[in-house]
């Protein structure tokens, strides 16, 4: 974990006599409530003396999307649009023009939070506070771009958050201060994804005020303990019923709500919305991985189950091609064919 030394620090940093002139790098919802922690601090007190002024924000070019092609806006420019802040939007920061504009800027500090981009040496020398960022995991594991995901798939039992001083590598470098929350059993990526974005934004409040005293001396990151995520595509989420039942739950909620996981039926897709291991032994017979058989007695309580490499899976909310999502008992009382079914086929 980092340490504070006070005077041990190479490069001594000061707190500025002017605000701290903050730039700040996002795109995704789980980069705004670090951009609103600082948004709703800049005044004088913490977490600088001087105050903060957040001299621009920088993400991702906008996009289209849905049926009409409508032009989205990413969620950090939604907030900062709200807030009144400049937004930029240059693409890569390796492109000469793209890094004249931030030269142009004069940030104080870069603060990173999910922006989807290495930073390259030329921007990452530019400010003398350098550049921060928030990131979702306990470093050195799970470094990369789904770390929230890699962290419920691994079964970790705890997870957090990381303030780490940027270098080129991804994700590798010097650590400012970590905070650690516990995975519950049965949280998804989603209800994960929320709280480390809390958590992020508390720690870097934190933080940023020690780093900027001197405070703080940047920790080296064990690289024998590194592990590397990667960006998760809509494929990943097909389940392997080969796999053990308790891979396979872990699955289900590691990627939930994206990619989703699904299987097919008859050629056609079905989703797999909410699962878990069935721990009845009585039912846990041999049964040829992906075989579908329902448990429970009554209609209300009847409950779709699909056998697994090792034990079985509930599948307790589905989703039928067309159709919308519903508890397993509420789809097999519309097709009893479920009972019997083969997935994956």
Known sequence: MPTETGQEQEQSIQAPHQPLRVLFMGTPNFA?????ALAEHTAPGQPCSAGLDIVGVVTRPDKTAGRGRQMVYSP???????????????????????????????????????????LPPEVLRLPPHGCLNVHASLLPRHRG??????????????????????????????????????IAPDATAGVLFEQLAVLGAETLLKTLPRWLAGEITPQPQDTTQATLTRILAKEDGQLNWAYPAEVLARTVRAYHPWPGTYTTWDGQPVKIIQAHVLVDSEENVERQPGRCFVVGESAAQRTLCCACGQGALVLDVIQLAGKRALPSADVLRGYAALATATFGT
């Open 145 to 182: 771009a789904s770390p929230i995901s890699a962290a419920i798939l691994a079964g970790d039992e705890e997870t957090g958050v990381t303030i780490m001083l940027m270098d080129e590598g991804l994700d590798t470098g010097p650590m400012l201060a970590q905070a650690a929350i516990s």
């Open 76 to 118: 950090v420019k939604e907030y900062a649009l709200q807030q009144g802040l400049a937004v930029y939007q240059p693409g890569s920061l390796r492109k000469p023009e793209a890094q004249a504009l931030l030269t142009s800027l004069h940030p104080d500090v870069i603060i990173v939070a999910a922006f989807g981009q290495i």
């Open 32 to 36: 705004v409530p670090s951009l609103r």
